[in-house]
């Protein structure tokens, strides 16, 4: 078997030789749902008479975007996911654990050559780990537990060919801004998009996430990287097994090809309100900021708060910026505080959220004023994002350009710091 | 099946986001949706949810539905009353879940459509038409799995009598 990744695992996954425009009926090996989207999957798998899932690892929900809880409604919301993880044995990552996209990873269930859904658009996420996965409704979802499989159409795939390598103080974040701002935010709609060149050779896997999450803000089903040395020692550091590595073969047929040169790549920011609207940090030098936000799947992970802290130690803050921070899960905010990277920043003025998603989706901790200004490692800033639509701006850069923004209170460019 | 009722458009056309659809404000705290539907496209429109009347239709440009994975913005939408929607493009999750939740999606050129007109749609012949004016475009047929998905009610109703996935694996579906 062979063809592209996308083909490759959608193949395996249903006992055939499947082609770009198939339509399959695919086993899934694994499926996710987060505090946003449990409930309607949970009313569905009632309805069905669900007793435990069909998918061959199993499931989790995660409760991270409003994580602590931050009101009652809300409380409801969280016991009823509880009472049903606990009625059904699902595992369940409750306040405090993290990110679902990087809880997920981290406990081994996305693997090479796996097939993964979840009820949340991020999971494609998960394809740093060449695996392939994607972000469904709740209904979808409900289906793959119940059932143990889902229909896909196997989709046709970009390649994305990034030569050269990252110079210092720009990020995989500049690089994935910079191919979105080219492709559009549809422009990659239903694709498979896999990345490969020297400039994602030499990306810690880290970055790989970071690029990896950002594909369906164009559109993507699916982002599989190749499996490399760095994703073996990422699974083996972890104690976790390898999965049944996935490759390209000779003979994939890619629907379009794009090339990009890493070593000439300045700060990219998309400016409000849409992800495609990127420009170069420097057009954009002088606009005030107020807020300044360090995490999300997108930018939460040790490589990410290491770049922000090593812009910020011994130094300060700006006055009237506030500098939020989540880390992606307990285990990059314990690795964090080991390597002095939380005291760095918390001295800088930081302050640090529990670990989850922050006031990445507008519910709580950190919803920012009317007019006001917020520089933010996340994935999107559509108008209200944060939880105001009255003229807030939120501007999505990388690790360094928010920490460098954080120190001048204006956007900045971090190789000017 | 015929549709009629009036077209609802915004600013912006493209790339029309399922937290414009339905906040996030309002989307994690409240599990009703008929409650959520009084907050459909609040951030782009605050007095859609009022005006909208049951059979109306959105009208977009390209890859409505956009961003986050959340169900409730289809879901919410048919609460509010609204029979399809009409646009050049979908975005890929929004696409699944609209006919998982038994919300027809009609893909064609949008913008021959007024705000405020009257239209009818032909779900069977595959027509959008304006009465009023006499425009009328032709929309790519509905590929055979979400025909089977709506004719069924939905997602779950059709694994319910099914038993399972009962899909023809022959179609040309795009997502």
């Known amino acids: 078997m062979a063809g592209t990744i996308a083909e490759a695992v959608l193949s395996a996954h249903s006992g055939g030789d499947s082609r770009a425009g198939d339509i399959v009926i695919a086993s899934v090996d694994f499926c996710m749902s987060q505090d946003g989207t449990s409930t309607m999957m949970i009313r569905e798998l009632e309805s069905l008479g669900f007793s435990a899932p069909k998918t061959a690892n199993g499931m989790a929900v995660v409760i991270d975007h409003n994580s602590p809880c931050p009101s009652v409604d809300v409380a409801r919301i969280h016991s009823r996911i509880r009472k049903f993880t606990a009625d059904h044995s699902i595992p369940l990552f409750d306040v405090g654990e993290g990110v679902c996209h990087q809880l997920v990873p981290e406990s081994g269930k996305a693997l090479p050559g796996d097939l993964v859904v979840g009820a949340d658009s991020h999971t494609c996420t ?8 994607t972000g469904l409704g709740s209904a979808d979802v409900a289906a793959a537990a119940f059932t143990g499989k889902l229909w896909f159409k196997v989709p046709g795939t970009y390649s994305m060919i990034v030569d050269g390598m990252i110079p210092e103080r720009v990020s995989a974040k500049d690089l994935i801004l910079r191919v979105i701002g080219k492709v559009t935010a549809d422009g990659a709609t239903y694709k498979s998009v896999e990345f490969s060149g020297h400039g994602i050779d030499t990306l810690n896997m880290d970055g790989r996430f970071t690029v990896a999450n950002m594909a369906v803000e164009m559109g993507a089903k699916f982002c599989p990287f190749g499996f490399d040395d760095k994703t073996a020692e990422w699974l083996s550091s972890r104690g976790l097994g390898t999965g049944t590595p996935v490759v390209s073969g000779e003979d994939a047929v890619f629907e379009e090809k794009m090339e990009f040169d890493a070593s000439d790549l300045v700060p990219q920011v998309a400016r409000p309100h849409s992800v495609d609207n990127v420009v170069d940090v420097s057009s954009l030098k002088g606009t005030e900021v107020n807020q300044a936000f360090l995490g999300t799947c997108t930018n939460g992970r040790l490589s990410d708060l290491e770049s922000a802290a090593r812009l910020l130690k011994n130094r300060r803050v700006k006055r009237d910026v506030r500098m939020i921070v989540a880390p992606a899960s307990r285990d990059v905010l314990m690795r964090a505080m080991d390597g002095g990277v939380v ?6 003025g930081a302050v640090f959220v529990a670990p989850g998603c922050g006031p990445c989706v507008g519910t709580h901790a950190g919803v920012p004023s009317d007019g006001e200004n917020v520089i933010s490692t996340a994935n999107r800033n559509f108008k209200g994002r944060m939880g105001n639509n009255k003229d807030v701006g939120i501007y999505l850069a990388s690790p360094q350009t928010v920490a460098a923004s954080a120190l001048t209170g204006e956007i900045t460019d971090p190789r000017e710091v | 099946m015929k549709l009629s009722g009036k077209a609802h458009r915004f600013t912006p056309n493209d790339d029309i986001n399922t937290d414009y659809i339905i906040s996030g404000r309002y989307k994690f705290k409240i599990d009703d949706m008929n409650e959520l ?26 890859n409505f539905g956009c961003g986050s994975s959340r169900e409730q913005a289809p879901r919410a939408l048919k609460a509010a009353g609204v029979s399809a929607v009409i646009a050049k493009s979908f975005a890929r999750i929004f696409y699944r879940s609209s006919f998982n939740v038994g919300l027809p999606l009609i893909e064609c050129d949008t913008d021959w459509i007024d705000e405020g007109e009257s239209l009818i749609v032909d779900l069977g012949s595959g027509e959008v038409s304006a009465p009023s004016s006499g425009k009328k475009a032709e929309f790519s047929p509905i590929p055979p799995t979400m025909q089977t998905l709506l004719d069924d009610g939905g997602l779950i109703p059709h694994i319910k009598k099914h038993g399972g996935f009962a899909l023809d694996l022959g179609g040309t579906d795009r997502r």
């Open chain 1, 126 to 133: 998960y394809g740093a780990l060449n695996a392939c996965s």
């Open chain 1, 343 to 348: 005291s760095a920043l918390l001295k800088s």
């Open chain 2, 37 to 62: 539907a009084k907050h459909v496209m609040e951030d782009i429109d605050p007095a859609f949810a009022r005006e909208v009347k049951p059979g109306d239709f959105i009208v977009a440009g390209r």
